[in-house]
């Protein structure tokens, strides 16, 4: 929210002019909301486009001198991921109700993005995205953005840049920049994020924001990866007499490892090592054959192993047998 209470009020004449000022009168808006999305993966024949959906709900109340409005808006998005690093997304803003001299101004909003990692490090990713908005009271316009982030170990770094075609302030480039950084301490984040905006006749806008983790994420899993087609035989190893199989990482440089048990739909059986800082040298995923329920696991059948090391990820198929 912010709330100001100096700005001049201006006086007209008979012919419209400018008369001289008469005080100062209030501007301010409060605004909170609520979000939830969840991955769609489970809808059979989607499963490699990676559907994802969310809603956002947002309660808003905005003064400008004597006038003011009160509105509860809601946000319908979803996205899929076609493949080649692209994402296809499109939502639904402002469907609500509003109490006020105007309504919310409903909009659709289209948009793709493009991501490639190891750019110029091995542990990197530039991203490139553009969308435009329609509405019955916008003309048609773009906006681009793009960020690079790189990663050391459990610490990332981002810098962006942003335009946009349509300006709603007099003065105003259309342009944006900033950065920001993750650290993980442990399992759980925290970051800072600064952004500049040049807003016209009204100065420069410097957005700071704080991001703090508070629950440990699920271990990521690449639906794509994970029900891709098992090409190569799986390794075969004898739980009952050799024990667990063992599969090396070599760590070039500080990171995060984790591994994942899929079966062979691509559904996540069992987190075989949570996410884990680990230095450079060698290190190992092992399976010693057990599910989660203690039981062993169907002998015969094969197994993925999702394994991810910092932006990195690839998977090993595995078979358990017996004697």
Request: aromatic share 10%.
């Amino acid at each position: 929210g912010i709330y100001d209470a100096t700005t001049p009020r201006a006086l007209d004449d008979a012919a419209g002019t400018f008369a001289g000022e008469a005080g100062t009168f209030p501007m301010g808006f409060v605004v909170g909301g609520a979000a939830y999305a969840m991955d769609f993966s489970w809808l059979k024949g989607l499963e490699r486009l990676q559907p994802a959906g969310g809603i956002g709900l947002r309660v808003m109340f905005q003064q400008v001198d004597h006038a003011s409005w009160m509105g509860v808006t809601t946000d319908l998005g979803v996205k899929v991921h076609p493949g080649a690093g692209f994402t296809l997304a499109g939502v639904l803003q402002n469907a609500g109700l509003a109490a006020g001299p105007s309504g919310l101004p409903l909009q659709w909003v289209t948009a793709v993005a493009w991501a490639q990692d190891g750019v110029a490090a091995a542990h990197d990713r530039f991203l490139l995205e553009v969308d435009a908005p329609v509405a019955v009271d916008l003309g048609f316009s773009v906006r681009t953005g793009m960020e690079y982030r790189v990663s050391f170990g459990a610490v990332s770094a981002a810098v962006r840049g942003g335009w946009k075609q349509e300006v709603e302030v007099p003065g105003a480039a259309g342009i944006s920049g900033g950065l920001g950084f993750r650290w993980r301490i442990g399992r759980l984040p925290w970051g800072f994020d600064y952004a500049l905006v040049p807003w016209g006749t009204f100065g420069a806008i410097h957005a700071i924001s704080l991001t703090l983790g508070v629950v440990a994420p699920r271990p990521v899993v690449d639906a794509r990866e994970a029900l891709a087609v098992m090409r190569t035989p799986p390794t075969v190893f004898h739980p009952l007499r050799d024990g667990p199989i063992r599969i090396p990482v070599r760590v070039e440089a500080a990171s995060e490892l984790s591994a994942v048990l899929l079966d062979d739909q691509g559904a996540a059986v069992a987190t075989l090592m949570v996410r884990t800082a680990v230095p450079p040298g060698d290190a190992e995923v092992s399976w010693n054959g057990v599910l989660p329920s203690g039981q062993w696991a169907e002998f015969g059948r094969t197994y993925r192993i999702l394994i991810q090391l910092g932006v990195q990820s690839w998977t090993r198929d595995v078979s358990p047998v017996r004697e």
